[in-house]
């Protein structure tokens, strides 16, 4: 008999004994730390596909700027002296004045002219949508909204005015409050949205009534 034959009798014979001892394999079932560990794996490949993703949408983002950069036909000096919005202001003539018999029903009405201008401090016609608000100041900083608007677009070029009071665009509001007669001083807030850039322009001042 040689080696081989040895071999074979000897692992024949250990595999005899461990199924007589009744010797089974081992098995691992599941357990919480392994569901938890396939989870933290599963959110690692998760975020690291958004990181690629994000790095790509990066390159895309850089190689538009630089394309639009590269085919642009503006001259740098005709976009420079292209006006922009930059500052809006409340004109001084603006204030409340008691409503219009037959047409409001009592009550008081803000009368706002907004004067945008650019960098030069000339007047500026403007493409955005502007909020307004008014509210009375109460004893101990407290205070009470008298009216709110939000101008869309379109409403805000239809109040565009020109005239010996000057060029200003020019909205009204409705006001009422709770104990308040239409007298003393409040306070207007504007905000105007460019509708080109997304920029927030804001201006407040006080309104007097109007007789």
Not at 16 to 37: S, Y
Not at 39 to 45: I, N, Y
Request: aromatic share 6%.
């Amino acid at each position: 008999m040689n080696l081989t034959q040895h071999q074979s009798i000897a692992i024949v014979g250990l595999v005899a004994i461990l199924f007589a001892g009744g010797c089974n394999p081992t098995v691992f079932t599941p357990n919480e730390n392994d569901a938890l560990r396939r989870q933290v794996r599963d959110l690692e490949e998760q975020v690291n596909a958004a990181k690629v993703k994000q790095a790509e949408l990066e390159q895309q983002l850089a190689q538009s700027a630089k394309s639009a950069e590269e085919k642009s036909s503006i001259d740098p000096t005709i976009l420079a002296a292209t006006p922009h919005v930059a500052t809006v202001q409340i004109g001084g003539s603006s204030g409340y004045l008691a409503s219009k018999v037959g047409v409001e029903t009592g009550g008081c009405t803000a009368r706002i002219y907004l004067e945008p201008s650019d960098g030069l401090g000339r007047f500026l016609q403007i493409v955005g949508s502007v909020q307004i608000s008014v509210f009375d100041l109460k004893a101990g900083g407290n205070s009470q909204t008298l009216g709110t608007a939000e101008f869309s677009p379109g409403q805000v070029r239809d109040a565009w005015r020109g005239g010996i009071l000057g060029t200003h665009y020019t909205f009204e509001i409705p006001l009422t409050g709770s104990g308040w007669d239409c007298q003393g001083s409040v306070t207007a807030k504007l905000e105007f949205r460019d509708g080109t850039t997304g920029k927030i322009f804001t201006a407040e001042r006080q309104l007097i009534f109007q007789k």
